[in-house]
Structure formats: C-alpha cells, structure tokens
C-alpha cells in the first residue's frame, strides 16, 4: 500500500487548466481515469490527509504509485477524452456500467440493393437503420409480422434470396402476401426501396399521415365499389393500429426523447433508459454497476450519458435527454452531445406534466432492477468467495487467490499441437485475457515437454520487463505482452511502446492450474523456477478422479465431491480445455483447406478464385497449358507459369470417396468410377 505523498507532484507543476488525469499502480496499470476544469485544483483533493478521503478514494489513492495527466483545450475536449481513456484502459476504480445482455435492435438494411427488415444485435454497422431497442426478440417478430401485410419488404437471408432468384419462384411469404418478392421481379429495385423507406417512416413515428391516406384510399376504393381492395385496405388499417397499440403514446406532440432514472445504495448504482419516439415507448434497457468511486447521482448520469451515447452519432443521440440530476457541468455535456447529434440537444430535469409522470415510472423500474439483481448477486458473491477460500484452505495459499490462470495443451495425434491460458479473476471469466500459443520448441507429441514451454514462454517475459525496469509489469501495461502469444488469437503480438497503452497479458496470478497431473504439475514447476518465479502457486487438475496435484507431493489433495472449490477448478480447466481445442480444430480445417495455389508467388485470394471458377476444379487446372491459364483475367505468362510449376511439384490428392456408397467420386463431373 503506498504512500500518497510520496508520488505527489511538486507545488507548480500541476497546471490550473482543464485537462485529463490517469492514477496508476505499482505495476503501471491504469486504476482510475478523471477529468476537471481545473487539474491543480482537483488533484490537490486527492493528496490531502487519507483519513479525510472518502473510503473509495483512500482505497484509490492507496493503491496507486503515480499519477500523470493531459492538458486540453476545453471541458468537451476533456469529457470526451475520459470517455475514451476508460473505455481503452478499463480502470478498476472507475464506474462503468456493463449490459447484463447485447439487446435486440429491429434493423433495416438500407446498405443493400434489397433492403431486408431483421432482429439485430451487437455493434452497429453503417447504412442500416435501427429500432430499439427491444426487451425481446419476440416483440420485434411480432411487430414485423403484423406490417408485412401493409409493407412487404424482404425478409430472407441473402443466402435464401439468392436460392429463390435462381430457381426462379418466391417463398411462401411471396405467396402469401407478406413480401413483395423481388427475388423474382415482381417489384423493381426502386418500388422494394421506397417499401423499405415507408416502412422506416412509420417505425420512426411518422403515423398519422400513413395511416390517413389509407383511409381516404379505402373510402375511395369503397365509392368505387373495388370492395375486394376495399376490404383490403381496412384490414392493412387494422394490423398498423394493432402495431401501434404494442407501443402506447405516453408523450403528446411526437416526442423523440430518452429518460434515464439511477437507483442507487452505497455500494452498487442501476440505472434504466426509456426510448421514447414519436412520443412511443419503442425501448428499454438498464445496467448496474459497483461504485467502485466516490460518486453522487449526478456523476453515475454523466457516466451513464457517456456509456449511452458514447458510440452514438446522427439520430441515434434524440433531441430531448431527461435525467433525474444534471451532470456537473451541464453545458459541456450538452455540447457534446450536440456535437454528436449534429443539432442541438435538451439536457434537462423534467418538472411536471407527463414527462416528470413518466420519469418516476423509469424510476420505480430502476429501483426494482437494483433489488433483483442484489437477490441475484447475493448467492453469487457468497458462492465465490466461498470456492476461493476453499482452494486456498485446500493448496495452503497465504490468502485466496483473486487472479487463476489455467493451461491446457490441445493436438489430434501429434499434428496441430497448441495450447491455451484462460483467466479467472474473483472466480468469474475474464476473456479479454484468454490467450493461445503454438508449440514451437519441437515435432511432435509429448504433452509434458508442451506445457513445460508454454508456461515458460508465458512468465519469461516477466523477467526481460523486471531487468528493464527493476520492477514487475502489471496487466494493463503497453510492454508486457511476451512477443509469442496474442490475445484471443496465434503467437506473433509483440509489447507496445511505454505511454500506457494496455495489453492485458503479464499480470501475475496467484494460481496457475494445469489441465493434467503430477507429470504435467512437475513440468509447469519446473519452468518457474527456471525463471526463479518462487511467488506463484501451481496445481493440477486431473479428469479421471478430478483429483488436485501439487508439485512434489506423492498423494493428490482431494476435494468433496460438493466442494465449491473444486466446482471453480472444474469450470476454469474446461473453459482452458474448450478454448484449446477449438484453437486446434481451427488450424486443422486451415491446413486441410490449403491448395498447391497457395506457394505460388503473387497469386492472392481473387486470382485463385478467378483460376478455379474458370477451369471448374483444380484436377482440370493440372492438365491445362501456360496458354489456356492466361486466358483467365489478370492472369499474365509469368504468373501462369508459377501456376503450373506449383502444381507439378504438388502431390497427387487422394481420390474423394462417397461415403454412402463406397464409390470413388470423379472431380471432373461429380460422378463416380468404376
């Protein structure tokens, strides 16, 4: 625990200007990230007596080592720059609201020749245009179904498009009324987009004129005695009433707004956003989070308009914002809201009328989230501290082991030998540090000597770092990423630069768990204390009895079959198992997908594809001339001559067999040989 003032700037060196300010820790993880209008002023409240901080903020200011700041020009500047250093850097000590779930969006792909109406979740992609978003999918299907009948637009996967176009006839939703089917011509382009278009207006809110002209149509179609188009009509009139009843008006004058309601207590916050469009409720959705920083209501708003919007552009941000306290400084919340809207936004408490009577509904929905998943995570905490204890009672740990990393070596008979590290931290996943390696040190099968390399290529950076700097590097620092293993991805991630872009790799853990037992246990042990690492405890898991190993013991130390405890070991070896095999299984597909057009020098993907459209297989390919391959497009003589060297040299494929008969196929025709 240090000391603040013994990383406290000197009097004069703090600037009196706006500005963002980043706490790190001994090992230069970024903990906290802050802004203010005036840094000297706000960083002289963190180095004041410890006993007067606020019990977060003494933990804070506690824990780290130094602090370090960036001028800038103006408090929008700094509002947006906090944004992206606690999105980037992840700092434990700030509150970040995390979504319990990714939520449904009703999105129309206006990207596409064919726009397509469809659920969609995740990150929002350009030139689609979202509704949302929902609490269920279900409600999106419904609302799509019953406005089919009055706007027909595509629906199918481009996959299910594109069968239909070329067998020439639509699906039963072209049969039935419910699409257009431009699949087969019966809408041109143009008709399906302005579909698309009107379909959007009246998602966005535009009602009312819709709906009007449709009832003048009926009404003249009735004049007409066109009874059939009549009645048709009336039932299109019908089904929109019936979407719209699914969202009922609580605004007046087509209100596009978004209330946002906090619920909080002393350790945990939740807030809950309403969507509001055209005066329709069209979305809700809410997050909870720890306080882990001393903040009121009016600081979890900001936080909560920079998670909300901080992505957002165009019509996503709405011209109304209700909040239940205005942040800090307003004005510069609302300009950079504007900024990102492209118009000018109201940031605003409601007072009275129907807005106030709506945001104490948001509210009571606030308050009942907040109670539901303290219900939830009540028995969760208690399990996991229970299991952490458990272990280090059952390893004879100093204190519970908060960070576990587990290693599991993956290979079909000797080929594709891989392994993987999963993390654990306070007994939950943390998957932004999963990381995979190759085994590179030798051929071959031998599951001891594998886990031996990967747990030293693992801790060996740790050693390389500590002689640069004279200290360990902490999880979030830019450097300490071992040049062989990538996160989520293959060997080849090398360390950054010292400005503190993180890369969570070299963290310690407390514990390191093997997939194996006392062979695999004593190779892990023994590449730590090649590196002289004596400050990290190792076990193993074995799968036939799920029996603990420790290094150097006889007897494996085993765990009550109910024992939370061994639950927790169980659940981080298979998670390490699960990863490594599907890394394995990705590398065989690769390498049985590799072609003899691979090795040829300067012909990428499209020319490859070019080759095998155009001869049909890469059999035929074999048997034409340096004359017949320039014929393709973008093919010149010298690269048709690598072409055919290549597939001189390559050996003969083995013949494809149809399983169901026996039969060898032929890949001239598809047929078989007899």
């Known amino acids: 625990m240090a000391d603040p003032s013994s990383y406290r700037p000197k009097p004069g060196e703090i600037p009196d200007s706006p500005g963002v300010y980043k706490f790190r820790d001994?090992?230069?993880?970024?903990?906290?990230v802050g802004k203010a209008k005036s840094l000297r002023s706000r960083l002289a409240n963190y180095f004041q007596d410890v006993a007067?901080?606020?019990?977060?903020?003494?933990?804070?200011?506690?824990?780290?080592?130094?602090?370090?700041?960036?001028?800038?020009s103006t408090e929008v500047e700094a509002l947006q720059l906090e944004y992206s250093w606690i999105k980037e850097f992840d700092p434990r000590f700030n509150v970040k609201y995390r979504d319990d779930k990714s939520y449904p969006y009703l999105a129309v792909t206006l990207n596409e020749e064919f726009p397509r109406v469809q659920v969609m979740r995740g990150a929002k992609r350009k030139g689609v245009r979202y509704f949302g978003p929902y609490g269920h999918a279900w409600a999106i299907r419904e609302t799509v179904d019953l406005m089919l009948r009055v706007f027909p637009v595509r629906t199918c996967s481009a996959g299910v498009f594109k069968n239909h176009r070329q067998k020439g006839r639509p699906c039963l939703l072209g049969y039935i009324g419910k699409c257009s089917a431009p699949c087969v011509g019966r809408v041109t382009p143009e008709e399906h987009r302005e579909l698309a278009e009107d379909f959007c207006d009246f998602m966005a809110g535009r009602t009312g004129t819709y709906l009007r002209r449709l009832?003048?149509?009926?009404?003249?179609?009735?004049?007409?005695?066109?009874?059939?188009?009549?009645?048709?009509?009336?039932?299109?009139?019908?089904?929109?009433?019936?979407?719209?009843?699914?969202?009922?008006?609580?605004?007046?004058?087509?209100?596009?707004?978004?209330?946002?309601?906090?619920a909080e207590d002393e350790?945990?916050?939740?807030?809950?956003?309403?969507?509001?469009?055209?005066?329709?409720?069209?979305?809700?959705?809410?997050?909870?989070?720890?306080?882990?920083?001393?903040?009121?209501?009016?600081?979890?708003?900001?936080?909560?308009?920079?998670?909300?919007?901080?992505?957002?552009?165009?019509?996503?941000?709405?011209?109304e914002v209700l909040v239940p306290a205005l942040p800090v400084n307003p004005d510069a919340v609302g300009q950079w809201l504007a900024e990102r809207r492209g118009s000018h936004v109201s940031l605003r408490v409601p007072q009275r009328g129907d807005k106030k009577a709506l945001m104490e509904t948001v509210a009571r929905n606030a308050q009942q989230a907040l109670a539901l998943h303290k219900t939830k995570r009540a028995s969760d905490l208690t399990t996991r501290s229970r299991a952490l204890e458990e272990i280090a009672e059952a390893l004879d740990l100093d204190s519970a082991p908060l960070r576990i990393e587990c290693f599991d070596v993956s290979h079909l008979q000797g080929q594709d030998v891989v392994a993987s590290m999963v993390v654990f931290e306070d007994g939950l996943p943390r998957k932004s540090e999963y990381r995979r390696f190759q085994i590179k040190g030798f051929e071959g099968q031998d599951d001891v000597r594998s886990?031996?390399?990967?747990?030293?290529?693992?801790?060996?950076?740790?050693?390389?770092?500590?002689?640069?700097?004279?200290?360990?590097?902490?999880?979030?620092?830019?450097?300490?990423?071992?040049?062989?293993?990538?996160?989520?991805?293959?060997?080849?991630?090398?360390?950054?630069?010292?400005?503190?872009?993180?890369?969570?790799?070299?963290?310690?853990?407390?514990?390191?768990?093997?997939?194996?037992?006392?062979?695999?246990?004593?190779?892990?042990?023994?590449?730590?204390?090649?590196?002289?690492?004596?400050?990290?405890?190792?076990?193993?898991?074995?799968?036939?009895?799920?029996?603990?190993?420790?290094?150097?013991?006889?007897?494996?130390?085993?765990?009550?079959?109910?024992?939370e405890g061994l639950y927790l070991l169980q659940r981080i070896r298979d998670t390490a198992h699960d990863f490594a095999?599907?890394?394995?299984?990705?590398?065989?597909?690769?390498?049985?997908?590799t072609s003899p057009l691979d090795d040829v020098p300067?012909?990428?993907?499209?020319?490859?594809?070019?080759?095998?459209?155009?001869?049909?297989?890469?059999?035929?390919?074999?048997?034409?001339?340096?004359?017949?391959i320039c014929e393709v497009p973008g093919m010149g003589r010298?690269?048709?001559?690598?072409?055919?060297?290549?597939?001189?040299?390559?050996?003969?494929?083995?013949?494809?067999?149809?399983?169901?008969?026996?039969?060898?196929?032929?890949?001239?025709?598809?047929?078989?040989?007899?």
């Open 451 to 563: 886990m031996h390399e990967v747990i030293g290529r693992r801790f060996r950076r740790y050693l390389a770092e500590k002689d640069k700097t004279g200290e360990w590097i902490g999880a979030d620092d830019p450097a300490q990423a071992p040049a062989d293993a990538a996160p989520g991805g293959d060997a080849g991630d090398s360390g950054r630069d010292e400005d503190g872009r993180p890369k969570r790799f070299a963290y310690p853990p407390q514990l390191v768990v093997v997939d194996g037992g006392a062979p695999q246990v004593a190779a892990a042990q023994r590449a730590l204390d090649e590196l002289g690492i004596d400050d990290v405890a190792v076990c193993g898991l074995a799968k036939r009895l799920e029996e603990v190993w420790l290094p150097g013991d006889d007897d494996p130390v085993v765990l009550p079959r109910s024992s």
């Open 638 to 674: 010298k690269t048709a001559e690598s072409v055919v060297a290549a597939l001189a040299q390559a050996a003969p494929a083995a013949p494809a067999v149809n399983t169901a008969t026996g039969e060898i196929m032929d890949e001239n025709d598809g047929g078989s040989t007899r």
């Open 581 to 593: 095999i599907r890394y394995q299984r990705s590398k065989r597909t690769k390498r049985i997908r």
């Open 215 to 262: 009832e003048k149509e009926m009404t003249a179609a009735a004049e007409e005695m066109e009874y059939e188009r009549a009645a048709r009509l009336r039932d299109d009139i019908t089904a929109l009433r019936r979407a719209l009843e699914k969202n009922a008006v609580v605004l007046a004058d087509a209100t596009d707004a978004d209330l946002i309601a906090v």
């Open 267 to 319: 350790l945990e916050a939740a807030v809950q956003i309403f969507h509001v469009r055209g005066g329709r409720v069209r979305g809700q959705r809410g997050w909870v989070t720890d306080k882990v920083e001393a903040v009121d209501t009016a600081g979890l708003v900001e936080h909560a308009l920079q998670q909300l919007y901080g992505e957002e552009r165009g019509d996503s941000v709405p011209k």
């Open 602 to 628: 300067g012909l990428g993907e499209t020319r490859k594809q070019a080759l095998i459209k155009h001869f049909g297989s890469v059999k035929r390919l074999k048997g034409a001339t340096i004359e017949q």
């Open 26 to 32: 001994e090992h230069r993880r970024v903990i906290y």
């Open 52 to 72: 007067n901080l606020h019990p977060r903020t003494a933990t804070m200011v506690t824990t780290a080592a130094s602090v370090e700041w960036t001028v800038v």
